[in-house]
């Protein structure tokens, strides 16, 4: 490849992305690809800032507010794209958990379709591939509630929010011709499933 292969993976809490991510990546290394993870939030320089917004509005919800955090994030996605992943090496597949949506913007006033056009504005690097991870809410929410941190959610508090974020966030998939993955069975399915996706791109890539 004389690029890198940009991969995105988003999705509602406890839908295994974590996990999902970290068998892709031993997966694709295991094949010879040189791999390299990255996290939206903590390649964020300002997301000290953001996260101080977020727990203001979820203390007081104001539409205002909601919308100057999703340009907020947007404009750590183009800073993001413009300094990060242009470093990353030719020949290497970037995985970065989150990249356009997240919980928050789903249960926000905000319209998905808005914030997706906040970061196509401020040429925020669309990725080569984006995946949606999903499982029904009852088996996320329990995944999520069970783990050693809780749900660990500013914005998201209740099963019913979550159920309304999952639905929303699976529109989204499909409305934008995203990959599908229903981590619902085990974790090699899925990954496989991935991977055979990755494969398809870097052999349609330049070499």
């Given at each position: ?58 203390r007081t919800p104001c539409a205002d507010l909601e919308l100057q955090i999703c340009q907020r994030l947007a404009d750590s996605r183009a800073w993001i794209s ?126």
């Amino acid at each position: 490849m004389n690029r890198p292969l940009f991969v995105a993976f988003d999705g509602p809490k406890g839908t295994g992305k974590t996990t999902l991510l970290e068998a892709v990546t031993q997966a694709l290394r295991a094949e010879g690809n040189k791999v390299v993870r990255l996290c939206e939030k903590k390649s964020d320089p300002f997301r000290g800032e953001t996260m101080a917004l977020v727990n203001q509005v979820a203390r007081t919800p104001c539409a205002d507010l909601e919308l100057q955090i999703c340009q907020r994030l947007a404009d750590s996605r183009a800073w993001i794209s413009q300094q990060i992943l242009p470093k990353q090496p030719a020949d290497s597949i970037i995985l970065i958990d989150r990249w356009y949506p997240s919980d928050a913007a789903f249960r926000r006033l905000v319209p998905f379709a808005q914030i997706l056009q906040l970061n196509l504005e401020r040429d925020v690097q669309v990725p080569d591939l984006h995946v949606g991870v999903v499982t029904a809410p009852s088996i996320s929410w329990a995944r999520a509630a069970a783990r050693s941190r809780g749900l660990n959610s500013t914005v998201m508090h209740t099963l019913q929010e979550h159920v309304a974020s999952s639905e929303t966030f699976e529109r989204a998939v499909a409305e934008h011709g995203w990959v599908l993955c229903r981590n619902e069975g085990s974790v090699e399915d899925a990954t496989k499933q991935i991977v055979a996706e990755v494969q398809s791109l870097v052999v349609g890539l330049p070499i």
